[in-house]
T-cell receptor, first 111, second 115 residues
Framework: SQKIEQNSEALNIQEGKTATLTCNYT??????LQWYRQDPGRGPVFLLL???NEKEKRKERLKVTFDTTLKQSLFHITASQPADSATYLC??????????WGAGTKLIIKP | DAGITQSPRHKVTETGTPVTLRCHQT?????MYWYRQDPGHGLRLIHY???????DKGEVSDGYSVSRSKTEDFLLTLESATSSQTSVYFC??????????????FGPGTRLTVL
């Protein structure tokens, strides 16, 4: 069956360190993958998109990698800040060009 | 959330009653989506629209219907609400279709409780 998995346990990181979140998928061959941030009580907000032919994408303190062999995307936040605390969602596009979403990983940055 | 509003923001209803949720956008985007979000699950697509009067089913469409009579409005109707439809519902829009790898913009959500 097709699955997209993110670590369901909250990730606790010390301020200033790099946070790394994982998105694994099975039985998909997505043309691209997106990462979103969601704060409590609000809708997701788009952060980054990476295509299947791209190994890495950066935006300010954010970096996303995409390994189609491992079927995995990693999302990194460098020099993390308490304001980065949120739930981060990955979403990949399926063969019908609709987004399939992971359940998200809650990131907590401690001062 | 800019440019997308959802109403109501909260609703409590009883099993068997009809419920309509409204999504309104001021961005003039062609594509609109309705998702539900439940604990432990990713967002799941209910229905989407690719233009006025053009809609299609998503992954979890049973028990839901939609209508889009104007570009700016996308309505989600639960004909006869059930407790399994208790969820947070999000509307999203995009300028381009999924094959163009466009980002989606989300509304603030509607929390629906069916007793």
């Amino acid at each position: 069956s097709q699955k997209i998995e993110q670590n369901s346990e909250a990730l606790n990181i010390q301020e200033g360190k790099t946070a790394t979140l994982t998105c694994n998928y099975t039985n998909y061959s997505p043309a691209y993958l997106q990462w979103y941030r969601q704060d409590p009580g609000r809708g997701p907000v788009f952060l980054l998109l990476i295509r299947e032919n791209e190994k890495e994408k950066r935006k300010e303190r954010l970096k996303v990698t995409f390994d189609t062999t491992l079927k995995q995307s990693l999302f990194h936040i460098t020099a993390s800040q308490p304001a980065d605390s949120a739930t981060y969602l990955c979403a990949l596009v399926d063969s019908n060009y609709q987004l399939i979403w992971g359940a998200g990983t809650k990131l907590i940055i401690k001062p | 959330d800019a440019g997308i509003t959802q109403s109501p923001r909260h609703k409590v209803t009883e099993t068997g009653t009809p419920v309509t949720l409204r999504c309104h956008q001021t961005e003039n985007h062609r594509y609109m989506y309705w998702y539900r979000q439940d604990p432990g699950h990713g967002l799941r697509l209910i229905h989407y629209s690719y233009g006025v009067k053009d809609t299609d089913k998503g992954e979890v469409s049973d028990g839901y219907s939609v209508s889009r009579s104007k570009t700016e409005d996308f309505l989600l109707t639960l004909e006869s609400a059930t407790s399994s439809q208790t969820s947070v519902y999000f509307c999203a829009i995009s300028y381009l279709a999924g094959d163009a790898a466009d980002e989606q913009f989300f509304g603030p959500g509607t929390r629906l409780t069916v007793l």
